[in-house]
């Protein structure tokens, strides 16, 4: 089933953890949003990002989103991967195996997003329970 979703980031806490002269910066970074739409809640995710000369900046990581997705109850963690190019951000995401609970347990799926500076961004995620 193909669900679209908005998403909002309410949150965002960046730790550099790697600052070289030469090559790229790493870091940490918290960040929280809220989802409205086919999916409905929030999402607590954690990314590590690598700040390359080209200025684009590549991340992964994990986040635990609990609501509803289309009318079902319950949490599941996405395992994103991504880059930041400058005016925007591209991700695809994918719900990691044996992660759902509640309505949600035995979900699977994949999907993404692009993102630029608008408030909101549109998602989408085409899964089975």
């Avoid at 590549?58 to 400058?86: C, I, M, P, Q």
């Avoid at 591209?90 to 195996?97: C, L, R, S």
């Avoid at 044996?98 to 909101?120: F, K, M, Q, V, W």
Wanted: aromatic share 8%; hydrophobic share 35%.
């Amino acid at each position: 089933m193909l669900t679209k979703a908005k998403f909002k980031v309410v949150g965002w806490d960046e730790q550099p953890y790697d600052e070289p002269e030469d090559g790229p910066k790493l870091s940490r970074v918290h960040v929280k949003r809220t989802f409205s739409g086919g999916l409905a809640g929030t999402g607590n995710l954690v990314l590590v990002m690598a700040y390359l000369d080209s200025g684009n900046v590549l991340f992964t990581g994990y986040e635990k989103v609990a609501g509803s997705l289309d009318g079902r109850a319950g949490s599941f963690v996405l395992h994103h991967t991504g880059v930041h190019y400058g005016q925007g951000a591209t991700a695809e995401h994918d719900v990691v195996a044996g992660s759902g609970t509640g309505e949600l347990a035995g979900i699977a799926g994949t999907g993404g997003y692009s993102a630029g500076d608008e408030e909101e961004s549109d998602m989408t995620l085409d899964y089975e329970v």
